[in-house]
């Protein structure tokens, strides 16, 4: 589990909470729950992008939600070292000991890379291959964070027409001025509701998941440029600092320090 994004999003509801009874106590609390104005809200935004998108991926979209709170996989300085001992393996005993070496890769990229060498497929077609690939995983996960984005623009929206649903029918009852008051605040909570969905929820979602997205991107980058690598015969110690530039500079000394050195 990804416990920062976790607390992150367990903290913003505590701040609302806090502020909620640090100037209204607990007696507060039912003055900011309001059923009507969370369907008007958080429904009314669901739908529309319901309608806005495939059923596939809408549902799609809501299962991305469990990206967040898992923690990514991807450990660029172990893959870099894992190429390194794959190229060492190549340089003593030949491409096609690393057919062998494939098996115990859970890695499915890297994996199918691997076998896509040893099968001797020309190296241009490796890369377009594995480029292509990587493109229509880029592409997927840039629908699943559009959506969190869609939605992090009709809450607010919706929001706003429960407010103004709320400020119709309160218009319609002035006669009465002491319901005035609390006729108006039950219309704002739609826009509170719609702000909380936006940037408690959303938001968040979308820029973490853009955050993995670019951790992955760079982790196959590095796969490719490093069994490209090995199928040209270039020597570990090359294929090791080639593949190092892709990292930040105090990443590379942790590389370094992980093991799995080049034989020269």
């Not at 008007?40 to 319901?50: E, V």
């Not at 076998?115 to 497929?121: E, Q, R």
């Not at 939605?151 to 027409?161: E, F, N």
Request: hydrophobic share 50%; charged share 20%; aromatic share 6%.
């Amino acid at each position: 589990m990804d416990i920062a994004s976790v607390i992150g999003l367990v903290l913003c509801f505590v701040m609302v909470i806090f502020g909620i009874l640090s100037n209204a106590g607990v007696g507060g609390l039912p003055s900011f729950v309001d059923v009507p104005s969370a369907i008007i809200t958080f429904g009314g935004a669901f739908s529309a992008i319901l309608a806005s998108k495939t059923m596939a991926d809408f549902v799609g979209g809501l299962k991305s939600f469990a990206l967040v709170i898992k923690p990514v996989s991807f450990d660029v300085t172990a893959i870099i070292r894992k190429i390194i001992d794959l190229s060492n393996i190549a340089r003593k005993e030949g491409l096609l000991s690393l057919e062998e070496a494939a098996g115990d890769l859970e890695d499915e990229f890297l994996k199918k890379g691997i076998l896509l060498v040893v099968d001797g497929t020309d190296p241009e077609l490796v890369r377009a291959i594995m480029e292509t690939e990587l493109v229509s995983m880029n592409d997927r996960h840039k629908s699943n964070i559009g959506f969190w984005e869609d939605v992090a623009s009709m809450g607010p929206a919706w929001g706003m027409i429960g407010t103004l649903i709320g400020l119709i029918l309160m218009l319609k009852n002035m006669n009465d001025p002491s319901s005035i008051g609390p006729s108006m605040a039950v219309a704002l909570i739609t826009t509170l509701y719609g702000s909380l969905l936006a940037n408690w929820i959303c938001t968040p979602v979308a820029c973490k998941l853009k955050t993995n997205n670019s951790i992955e991107m760079q982790a196959k980058e590095i796969m490719i440029e490093g069994l490209l690598s090995i199928q040209a015969g270039e020597n570990p110690r090359v294929i090791e600092e080639k593949l190092k530039s892709f990292l930040a500079p105090k990443d590379r000394t942790a590389a370094d320090e992980g093991g799995g050195e080049a034989d020269g």
